[in-house]
């Protein structure tokens, strides 16, 4: 498929008013996208787990207006009048406009929130960029009723991708693969797919405990890490590796090798970081207690054996990953040992989800 087959047909019926409710969950990655080209293709494939508790709320208003010069909306944030966000949503919608081309005809008003703090060091870009995204399919909907489910799914993770890379991988559960890659078909840097290959029962149901150790803004956003990416000393063998761990994981999710995917993830945490330390100019978003965590786990994990492993994000909190039948023992774990270590003793319990709801 190229960006053209995302372009509409024409509208079949006419809609003047009305309102959409998406709820949206975010995602972790396993195998990190780091480094992108031009509108959020990747440089390489990336894995994530769909969350389930973490999610973003979103209702779109929109009525006909006469002037269809320019875009026009406004937006809220827990029913209050966010401005600062609409720089974002407006480069968004200039970047998906071709693709949805009744934006300029209609007036909209964009109220979200989230079901995790605001200031909790989350980044809300993949669940507020596919929740919004999904909205806007429902509206172009409306106008195209013989939109199957599966064109729906695609292009909203399409125009997901155009607002945040990794809001594409959060429109469906619970694996999903972002990133033309040979080891899974069908896989592609447009949109994410679902993971279609055999995933061991080990994996269901895997638990991810985000340990909210810095809820503070980060001091280099994401645009401008994947952007270090350019020119970086270890870019072309790291895009490689990317694609080699991807295919290292597939016989590892098919037999439940739970060591090997330890191994696996964890490398790929500490490779985004790495990553980010030998950039020109470098950065650190790992915090002194980032470390005391990993360490505590690694110590953990060797006293007794357990499958518990860590993963992070561009930013100092840790999503602890742990199947769930050994849930009981580690989150005992981490409420006695690790929890002391985030900031007002602040974390979420979240496991791996089926995607995006559509509320009304
Ligand atoms: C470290 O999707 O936030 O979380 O495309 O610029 O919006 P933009 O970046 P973003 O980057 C996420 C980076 C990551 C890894 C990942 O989710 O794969």
Redesign the pocket.
């Known amino acids: 498929m190229t960006e053209q087959d995302f372009i509409p047909k024409p509208y079949l019926s006419d809609i003047e008013n009305g309102k959409v409710t998406w709820e949206s969950p975010s995602?972790?990655?396993l195998?990190?996208?780091?480094g992108?080209k031009k509108d959020?293709i990747p440089e390489n494939p990336?894995i994530?787990f769909t969350l389930s508790n973490c999610k973003t709320i979103t209702t779109v208003s929109y009525s006909k207006k006469a002037d269809t010069s320019s875009f026009e909306f406004d937006v809220f944030l827990d029913g209050k009048m966010k401005d600062d966000f609409k720089p974002k949503i407006q480069t968004f919608f200039e970047r998906i406009e071709v693709y949805l081309p009744f934006l300029k005809e209609f007036k909209f008003k964009i109220e979200t929130e989230n079901t995790f703090p605001h200031s909790s060091g989350i980044?809300s870009?993949?669940s507020g960029?596919s929740a919004l995204a999904l909205c806007l399919m429902s509206i172009e909907k409306q106008m195209l009723p013989d939109l199957s489910q599966k064109s729906f799914n695609k292009k909203a993770s399409f125009l997901a991708?155009l607002?945040?890379?990794?809001?594409c991988?959060s429109i469906e559960g619970d694996l999903i693969v972002?990133g033309e890659n040979k080891t899974v078909e069908g896989s592609s840097d447009l949109f994410g797919v679902q993971y279609p290959y055999k995933v061991h029962e080990n994996f269901k149901e895997y638990q991810d405990t985000i340990l909210l150790v810095d809820k503070g803004e980060k001091q280099v956003?994401?645009?401008v890490?994947?952007n270090l990416m350019h020119n970086h000393p270890f870019a072309k063998n790291r895009f490689q590796q990317a694609h080699d761990n991807l295919e290292n994981l597939k016989p590892i999710l098919e037999s439940g090798d739970l060591g090997g995917f330890i191994s696996l993830i964890e490398s790929e945490a500490l490779t985004?970081h790495a990553m980010m330390m030998t950039s020109m100019p470098y950065f650190i978003l790992m915090k002194p207690n980032t470390l005391e965590i990993i360490n505590k786990i690694w110590k953990f994990r060797q006293e007794t054996n357990s499958n518990i492993s860590f993963t992070?994000?561009?930013g100092a909190n840790v999503h602890v990953l742990y199947p769930k039948n050994k849930a009981t023992e580690i989150l005992e774990f981490i409420k006695s040992e690790l929890v002391a270590y985030c900031q007002n003793g602040h974390y979420i319990c979240d496991q791996i989800g089926f995607g995006a709801n559509h509320i009304k």
């Open positions: 995602n972790i990655a195998i990190k996208y780091w992108k959020q990336s994530s980044a870009s993949a960029m991708r607002g945040s890379g990794s809001a991988r972002w956003s994401s645009s890490g994947h985004l992070l994000d561009a």
